[in-house]
């Protein structure tokens, strides 16, 4: 990820914990320069990403003013992010736990066989958790893992986050991930555990998360109720930002 979109994770994630409240004046571009220690134009990259968004206004000789009115009126997550979700929450000062409904080791279907490009006779970790934001139901994580590349896991690492365990006691990094967005109608797990009703539609996320070696470490399909969280993509062409400093 650019470091300017980086930058703008920050500052966005600032806008909505209230570090910057809603009419105060973003600090100014010399101040954000010393504090994230890039350029100026890197700094007004970040920024007008967040003008376009509906975030920040800015008026030349007042300053950039916080606006608080971006585009989504729900929890929005980028689709470049996957970090994962205790990262994201914990980026933006929100209280996230999880209920591990489903903890156990098991053989591949043919499907996870396919995702995670292991043989049948490799065993994987089966997960099913809730993450409650807030107290209330947030997502519901179905995950398979290679046994192989993720020993040592048990319930209290599920109840905290899977990512930090990979990312920091493993050492692994990732090289990236394969995502899909759909619509789907709520299984009985979703209207067990997110409080659907049989006819409400839910959006899933399916994903697979690879590692530097190039093997998959984690195959997941996360849903939720459709009207609690969303997920965003800023595209824009490289000149059109050149144009906006103009």
């Known amino acids: 990820m650019p470091k300017y979109m980086e930058i703008a994770d920050v500052l966005r994630k600032r806008i909505k914990d209230g570090t910057y409240p809603k009419d105060s004046l973003l600090p100014y571009q010399t101040e954000l320069v010393e504090e994230f220690g890039v350029s100026r134009m890197t700094i007004k990259n970040a920024v007008n990403i967040l003008i376009m968004e509906g975030l920040l206004l800015t008026k030349r000789g007042l300053g950039t003013k916080v606006l608080n009115h971006s585009f989504w009126g729900k929890d929005t997550s980028s689709v470049t992010e996957y970090k994962g979700l205790s990262y994201q929450m914990k980026q933006e000062k929100r209280t996230l736990t999880s209920q591990v409904i489903t903890f156990e080791v098991c053989f591949p279907t043919t499907r996870i066989q396919e995702m995670l490009q292991i043989t049948a006779e490799q065993p994987i970790y089966h997960v099913i958790r809730l993450r409650i934001l807030e107290g209330n139901p947030y997502i519901l994580e179905h995950s398979y893992m290679p046994l192989d590349l993720v020993s040592g896991l048990t319930k209290e690492i599920l109840e905290e986050s899977v990512y930090d365990y990979l990312l920091q006691d493993l ?76």
Request: proline share 4%; charged share 30%.
């Open 171 to 246: 050492g692994y990094k990732f090289a990236g991930a394969y995502r899909t967005f759909q619509a789907a109608k709520s299984d009985e797990y979703d209207q067990t555990y997110l409080a659907c009703q049989a006819d409400d539609p839910v959006l899933e996320l399916e994903q697979i998360i690879y590692l530097e070696s190039g093997r998959p470490v984690d195959y997941s399909c996360s849903r939720n109720r459709n009207d609690v969280r969303g997920y965003s993509m800023l595209d824009m062409k490289p000149d059109l930002l050149q144009h906006r400093k103009k």
